[in-house]
């Protein structure tokens, strides 16, 4: 199978041999609701873990679409970070000044690293 994206080491890093792979900081948000003033459902998001990753950005994925014409920018990227238990997908991960939805979670190890693929918000 041919991947579109160059993988990190992940043999490495589950070794131990080199944590320094994981040397961006990311802010992982959980989608909460809260009532208002009339009692009607106000979507927030609560700070759940920041942590270090590894990101990598894919070959492909990446690309632009039209919605009520204009043009929307997207972009992909692939997270690695430790394990987290609290990590599902009505996640969000901040990086910088952007937004990145989670669309995957894959589990690496034995609960030693998650790979959270995402894209930015449109």
Do not use: C
Request: no cysteine.
């Amino acid at each position: 199978m041919v991947s579109i994206y160059e993988p990190l080491k992940f043999d490495l890093m589950l070794k131990g041999d080199n944590p320094g792979k994981l040397d961006r900081r990311i802010t992982l948000q959980q989608r909460t609701f809260a009532g208002n003033a009339y009692s009607e459902p106000i979507e927030t998001w609560t700070t759940l873990a920041t942590v270090w990753a590894a990101i990598e950005y894919p070959i492909t994925g990446s690309d632009e679409e039209t919605a009520d014409k204009l043009n929307i920018a997207r972009r992909r990227a692939i997270f690695t970070i430790r394990h987290l238990d609290s990590v599902d997908f009505v996640s969000r991960i901040l990086y910088g000044s952007e937004i990145y939805d989670i669309e995957r979670i894959s589990e690496f190890g034995r609960k030693q690293y998650l790979k959270l693929t995402a894209e930015t918000r449109k």
